[in-house]
C-alpha cells in the first residue's frame, strides 16, 4: 500500500530535545514507531498505512537529531535517557496515557529501553533487527577496541566526533547508497569479502561497500528522500547516538541485567550481522524478555527489515498488537 503525502499529517511537538517531528496516520490505540541509524521517520511508510487500516493510531517520529526534530549542539544530549524522554513527551503531547512503542536499530535499543524505563507509559514493546541485551558487562568502548585486532569496529570509527562526517558528508547520497547496499539482504557482499562492519586502519567505511548494487527495496525516490534529509541536517545528530554509549552504560547501571516485562515481540532479519552476533541474546529471551509474545527471523532478509520485507512484517506486527492485552 503506497504512502502519499496527503494520508498523513506531519506535527511538530514539544519535548526535552526542544521539539520532535512526527508523522501520524489513523485512529485508535498509539502505536509509537522509533527508527535507527541512519533513516528517518520514512523508513515506516510501509507500516503507516497498514497499522492505520487495523484500526491503531500510527505516530512515526523523527528522533532528535534527525529530520525536523531539533538537533542539540552537546554532544551528551544523545544520551540513552533523554531519548526515553522524548519518547514519552511525545505520547504525552499527543493526549494519550500510554502506547505500544516498535523500534529499528537503534529504534529497537530505545523502545526496549523506554518500555524498561517508563513501564508506566510502554505497555508493549516491539523489537526490530536488533535484539534485547541488558545493561551490563564491561564499558562498551573498552569492549569494541577489542574487536577486528589490526582492524576498527565501525563503532569505534564512528564515536571519535568529525572523523565519519568527514568519509560521509561530501557525498551523502552516495555514501547512504552503499551503506544500504552492504547490509541489504540482496544486495550485501558474500562470504570471503572484507566485512563492511570494520575499517581498514587508515581506511574508511565506504571502502567497503559493495560497488554498483541497488536493494530492491531502495527506489531512486526513496534515496532522493533520504538523502535530501541528511545533506540538510549534516550526520553529527545521528552519528552522537553511537558517542553516548559509555554514558548509557553510566546512567542505566540500576538496570543492570534487567528484564523488560511487558509483551514483547522480535522480528531479526536471518543474514543480519545484528542477528547473527547476538545469537546468544537472542537465546535468552526466556530471562531477558519474559513477556515475548513471539520472535521471528526471516530467511534471506538484512538488516532494513521492515523496508526489505513490509508485508511480512506488517502481517506480524498487526496480529502481534491484536493479541495483546487491552
Not at 19 to 35: A, M, S
Not at 245 to 250: A, F, G, I
Amino acid at each position: 500500500m503506497p504512502l502519499h503525502a496527503t494520508d498523513v499529517t506531519h506535527r511538530l511537538v514539544s519535548s526535552p530535545a526542544g521539539r520532535i517531528h512526527l508523522v501520524e496516520q489513523g485512529t485508535g490505540p498509539l502505536v509509537l514507531l522509533v527508527h535507527g541509524f541512519p533513516e528517518s521517520w520514512y523508513s515506516w511508510r510501509h507500516q503507516l498505512p497498514v497499522l492505520a487500516a487495523a484500526g491503531y493510531r500510527a505516530v512515526a517520529i523523527d528522533v532528535r537529531g534527525y529530520g525536523r526534530s531539533s538537533r542539540p549542539a552537546d554532544t551528551a544530549a544523545y544520551r540513552m535517557i533523554d531519548l526515553v524522554e522524548d519518547n514519552v513527551a511525545v505520547v504525552r503531547a499527543l493526549g494519550e496515557e500510554s502506547a505500544v512503542i516498535v523500534g529499528h536499530d537503534w529504534g529497537a535499543t530505545t523502545a526496549a529501553n523506554s518500555a524498561l524505563i517508563r513501564p508506566d507509559v510502554f505497555r508493549a514493546v516491539g523489537l526490530l533487527s536488533v535484539p534485547y541485551t541488558p545493561r551490563g558487562g564491561p564499558r562498551p568502548s573498552d569492549v569494541f577496541a577489542t574487536l577486528g585486532g589490526d582492524e576498527e569496529f565501525y563503532v569505534s570509527y564512528f564515536q571519535q566526533p568529525g572523523r565519519a562526517e568527514a568519509e560521509m558528508e561530501p557525498d551523502v547520497r552516495g555514501w547512504l547508497a552503499g551503506f544500504y547496499a552492504s547490509l541489504s539482504g540482496d544486495t550485501m557482499s558474500g562470504p570471503g569479502v572484507p566485512d563492511p562492519h570494520f575499517v581498514s586502519r587508515g581506511g574508511l567505511l565506504r571502502d567497503r561497500f559493495p560497488a554498483g548494487r541497488s536493494p530492491a527495496w531502495l527506489g531512486e525516490a526513496d534515496l532522493d528522500f533520504y538523502a535530501g534529509e541528511f545533506e540538510r541536517t549534516g550526520m553529527t545528530g545521528a552519528l552522537n547516538r553511537y558517542r553516548n554509549m559509555d554514558r548509557d552504560w553510566d546512567d542505566l547501571a540500576d538496570f543492570d541485567g534487567a528484564p523488560v516485562t511487558q509483551p514483547s515481540l522480535f522480528i531479526g532479519g536471518r543474514l543480519d550481522a545484528s542477528t547473527t552476533w547476538l545469537a546468544d541474546a537472542i537465546d535468552a529471551y526466556p530471562v531477558t524478555l519474559p513477556g515475548l509474545v513471539s520472535s521471528h527471523v526471516l530467511d534471506n532478509c538484512g538488516h532494513w527489515i521492515q523496508q526489505e520485507r513490509p508485508a511480512e512484517v506488517n502481517r506480524i506486527l498487526t496480529d502481534w498488537l491484536a493479541a495483546l492485552p487491552g
